[in-house]
């Protein structure tokens, strides 16, 4: 079993929807988590990290951590074409460790 | 704005050659990684750099991968023999790697590598 479970998907959704994008996880130890933005054939781009528990909110992107379930998400309000995109969970145990990634989301804004 | 260099974008090989990558990181930036990532899949750690020192290279297939970083600031990854197994983006990273707070890690374009 992966330390870092996602579903890849792929998630069509309507320009204007809200998505929602999950992982879980199994490791305690995680303590940073972060949300990332990968085009096709481009390197990962943080969108946002998190620190332990809580909710995070940058402009139409909010994250959510539950270490009581080992669950995170992501939130994007009024999705837009330009947010097609894998977006990738990673998580790590310390600021300066090595991210453990999930397999990535791929989504897909319609018009 | 600074950005993780890396070179070649695009490597096609034919299985028992020898391939090798370069990456330069963001000026400045303490600790360099690298990543592979298998079409489909998140990226995986191969090698970690504390400066020219390696942290962690458990995950790095020995026998046939190696990577360095001499004067701690730029890094090679060179795999010898490819395999086919090995066709792949493999993705840079660095963070300034000091203090307490967390250490965002910057990632080049990825060089991908197929295996012929």
């Excluded at chain 1, 097609?84 to 989504?107: D, E, Q």
């Excluded at chain 2, 020995?62 to 086919?84: C, M, N, Y």
Aim: net charge negative; glycine share 8%.
């Amino acid at each position: 079993q992966k330390e870092v479970e996602q579903d890849p998907g792929p998630l069509s959704v309507p320009e204007g929807a809200i998505v929602s994008l999950n992982c879980t996880y199994s490791n305690s130890a995680f303590q940073y988590f972060m949300w990332y933005r990968q085009y096709s054939r481009k390197g990962p781009e943080l969108l946002m990290y998190t620190y332990s528990s809580g909710n995070k909110e940058d402009g139409r992107f909010t994250a959510q951590v539950d270490k009581s379930s080992k669950y995170i998400s992501l939130f994007i309000r009024d999705s837009q074409p330009s947010d097609s995109a894998t977006y990738l969970c990673a998580m790590s145990p310390g600021t300066a460790s090595k991210l453990t990634f999930g397999t990535g989301t791929r989504l897909q804004v319609t018009l | 704005e600074a950005e993780v260099a890396q070179s070649p974008r695009y490597k096609i090989t034919e299985k028992s050659q020898a391939v090798a990558f370069w990456c330069d990181p963001i000026s400045g930036h303490a600790t360099l990684y690298w990543y592979r990532q298998i079409l489909g899949q998140g990226p995986e750690l191969l090698v970690q750099f504390q400066d020219e020192s390696v942290v962690d290279d458990s995950q790095l297939p020995k026998d046939r991968f190696s990577a360095e970083r001499l004067k701690g600031v730029d890094s090679t990854l060179k795999i010898q023999p490819a395999e086919l197994g090995d066709s792949a983006m493999y993705l840079c990273a660095s963070s300034f790697g000091q203090g307490t707070s967390y250490n965002e890690q910057f990632f080049g374009p990825g060089t991908r590598l197929t295996v012929l």
